[in-house]
């Protein structure tokens, strides 16, 4: 939607806010942190092909769906991007994503650099892209053997895949590395502040405050 779109219609512009990182870099941990603290930050559920872990829920950390119904949104071009990611099928809803720009609402994603690259294309003035950094991915092996919800091969398939991963920052519009947690996640809000504050999301308010000027003059 345009700025002057959102302006006519008065309410402020939607952000659609990427945190990506190598698996086990800590970016549930301070996405679930910025929820907490900031409730009207909605969560984009992915569907997903991968089996849920133990103590997730379908429709809460996933919308867990099998390779043929995924294959189905693909054709019915239901998502707004998707991946294959460590082997599984891994996807956004459109929807979802269109009713938040034109609600204004912000909407926070945790998907990898395949998708945050192809938000991007969709949709340049709402997305601001932000990457984790694992202090080394020696200590990266640690976290996910310290979080216990990966067998040994997966967590090898896993630091694997980091490098990879890692070879992407630069397409980020902002780098956190989260070393010590209190540390990282304020970064984190710091950006999500400023992101929410930049003129292009505020200008319906600014215009509010004009238009309230000029009744009284
Ligand atoms: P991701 O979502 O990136 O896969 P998680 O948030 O699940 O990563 O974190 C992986 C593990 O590392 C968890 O057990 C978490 O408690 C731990 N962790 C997260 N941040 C830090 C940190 N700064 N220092 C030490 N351990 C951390
Ligand atoms: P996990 O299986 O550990 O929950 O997630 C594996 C990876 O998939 C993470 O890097 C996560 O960010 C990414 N991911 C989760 N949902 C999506 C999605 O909808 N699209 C894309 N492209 N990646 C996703």
């Given at each position: 939607m345009s700025s002057r779109r959102n302006v006519l219609a008065g309410k402020?512009?939607?952000?659609?806010?990427?945190?990506?990182?190598?698996?086990?870099?800590?970016?549930?941990?301070?996405?679930?942190?910025?929820?907490?603290?900031?409730?009207?930050?909605?969560?984009?559920?992915s569907y997903t092909t991968r089996p849920p872990r133990p103590g997730e829920t379908?429709?809460?950390?996933?919308?867990?769906?099998?390779?043929?119904r995924f294959q189905e949104m693909i054709a019915r071009d239901d998502f707004a991007e998707y991946a294959m990611v460590h082997g599984n099928m891994y996807g956004t809803?459109?929807?979802?994503?269109?009713?938040?720009?034109?609600?204004?609402?912000?909407?926070?994603?945790?998907?990898?650099?395949?998708?945050?690259?192809?938000?991007?294309?969709?949709?340049?003035?709402?997305?601001?892209?932000?990457?984790i950094l694992p202090p080394s991915l020696k200590e990266l092996e640690?976290?996910?053997?310290?979080?216990?919800?990966?067998?040994?091969?997966?967590?090898e398939g896993r630091v694997r895949?980091?490098?990879?991963?890692?070879?992407?920052?630069?397409?980020?519009?902002?780098?956190?590395?989260?070393?010590e947690l209190d540390r990282a996640y304020d970064a984190l809000r710091a950006i999500y502040l400023a992101q929410v504050h930049a003129c292009v999301r505020q200008t319906p308010t600014a215009e509010q405050v004009l238009s309230g000027q000029e009744q009284l003059l």
């Open positions: 402020p512009r939607g952000l659609l806010m990427v945190v990506s990182s190598p698996s086990g870099a800590g970016k549930t941990t301070l996405c679930t942190r910025l929820r907490a603290e900031y409730p009207s930050l909605g969560f984009s559920v379908d429709g809460v950390e996933y919308n867990f769906v099998d390779q043929p809803a459109a929807q979802r994503v269109a009713d938040a720009i034109e609600d204004g609402r912000d909407l926070l994603f945790d998907i990898d650099y395949q998708g945050g690259r192809q938000l991007r294309r969709k949709f340049p003035d709402d997305v601001v892209l932000v990457f640690r976290r996910l053997r310290g979080r216990g919800t990966d067998s040994n091969e997966v967590i895949v980091a490098r990879e991963e890692l070879r992407h920052y630069d397409e980020y519009d902002y780098l956190v590395m989260n070393d």
